[in-house]
């Protein structure tokens, strides 16, 4: 016995402490690789056929061999002002165009500093030890992993050009820093640092005091932490998904805000709509608001008749009356007896009246009650004191019944004396 009660304990402990997690975290946050960028400080290529000139602050640097064989290099300078501190990864970005043929490109450091708008042929600094080799095939970006580089420096700088062993009557492009379009800033000549870090969205607004009407528009609100480009944003109903928001193009630019219109023609109504956030790149990263309400009128009900003395009689018809304030347009009625639910209607326009003929054969009490609630929000109610039902035949005339029978019958003979009178005229 001592042995399943302590599997019981376990058991509950799990399913609460899982509970618990589940409702304070409407947010997934994972670990993702990102990266950031620095463009080069500085470039510039060198040309054997003008050995004393200075080509610094052009749109692209070149490399190869130049018309007639002559040499050209390329170089290029990177800070590390943006290196994190939880780097993984560093690597060089090179945008190389205009390239017709298959090339062995190299890449060497460089150890000695230059000046990219003095540099020349002849004061060009000595090259170092070599990084890599890499064959392009086409124009394309390329990259080159300095990973092992960076510890112990500051800065890196590199030579970019075709050894004379592998000589091609050809030289290629390379976008500078000055020659990129800010429409194209992958282009650059960039050192990418690649480092773990947190991606997380978390959705802000709607909150869980919310309550949003339509034909109105509204501002859903987030932040983010991380690289996040784009964001595809939803609506869902409780677990089951309404629609996308986002439908047009399918995502939205990250800038934490997005109008939102609340239409007549999509039925809203409820208590339980949450907004969902994704990163549109990676659909692991995403955030809920918090539960919020769409289109819910505040307002109260309070039961006119039956009142707390009330005696109906069975086979006989009563109203069923109510008032309420705000803007509430249906609204459920239950009768009870005791605490047993014994006749409902539902859904059905707040006139502020209802009429019930009692069955004949009703059960007899005095713990009969009638709950009317809004329609579109269950939170919104009334009790009626208890009344009593008497069986046919009892308890005499019921107050006001008589009245309501001659009203009536009044009412239909002022019509039709009416009607009588226009045919003869």
């Not at 089951?240 to 999509?266: K, Q, R």
């Amino acid at each position: 016995k001592c042995m399943k009660d302590k599997k019981s304990i376990i058991l509950l402990s799990l399913i609460f402490f899982s509970s618990v997690l589940i409702y304070i975290t409407p947010t997934r946050a994972i670990i993702k690789d990102q990266t950031i960028s620095t463009i080069a400080e500085k470039d510039t290529y060198v040309n054997t056929d003008e050995a004393l000139s200075n080509f610094g602050g052009q749109n692209y640097a070149l490399g190869g061999f130049y018309f007639g064989g002559d040499i050209v290099e390329a170089y290029f300078f990177f800070n590390f002002s943006d290196k994190p501190t939880n780097y993984i990864k560093a690597e060089i970005s090179l945008d190389f165009w205009s390239v017709s043929q298959t090339m062995n490109i190299s890449i060497c450091l460089i150890e000695e500093d230059w000046d990219e708008y003095s540099m020349t042929w002849i004061s060009k600094p000595s090259k170092g030890a070599e990084i890599t080799s890499m064959i392009i095939t086409q124009s394309d970006i390329y990259t080159i992993n300095v990973t092992n580089y960076i510890a112990g420096r500051n800065n890196l700088s590199i030579c970019v050009y075709i050894k004379v062993e592998n000589y091609v009557n050809d030289y290629f492009y390379i976008t500078s820093r000055e020659g990129f379009y800010s429409w194209a800033p992958e282009d650059a000549p960039q050192l990418i640092w690649t480092y773990p870090d947190n991606v997380e969205i978390t959705v802000t607004n709607p909150t869980s005091s919310s309550n949003w009407l339509e034909i109105n528009f509204y501002t859903i609100q987030w932040t983010t932490i991380g690289n996040i480009d784009n964001v595809k944003i939803e609506l869902y109903k409780g677990a089951t998904f309404v629609e996308e928001i986002t439908y047009l193009l399918g995502y939205t630019a990250n800038d934490g805000e997005y109008d939102f219109y609340v239409s007549s023609a999509d039925n809203y109504d409820g208590t339980d709509y949450r907004i969902k956030i994704t990163d549109y790149d990676d659909p692991n990263v995403y955030g809920y608001s918090g539960y919020f309400s769409i289109n819910v009128k505040s307002g109260t009900i309070t039961i006119t008749s039956p009142t707390r003395g009330s005696s109906w009689q069975a086979g006989t018809m009563h109203s069923i009356t109510w008032t309420s304030t705000g803007n509430i347009l249906n609204i459920d009625i239950e009768i009870y007896k005791g605490t047993v639910l014994a006749y409902y209607i539902y859904d059905v326009s707040n006139f502020g009246i209802k009429y019930w003929d009692i069955d004949e054969a009703i059960e007899i009490g005095t713990d009969w009650r009638v709950k009317i609630s809004n329609s579109d929000n269950s939170a919104q109610f009334d009790w009626s004191y208890n009344f009593e039902i008497t069986s046919a035949g009892e308890g005499g005339a019921i107050p006001g019944y008589s009245l309501y029978i001659i009203l009536t019958i009044s009412i239909i003979s002022f019509i039709l004396l009416i009607r009588r009178f226009k045919l003869r005229c």
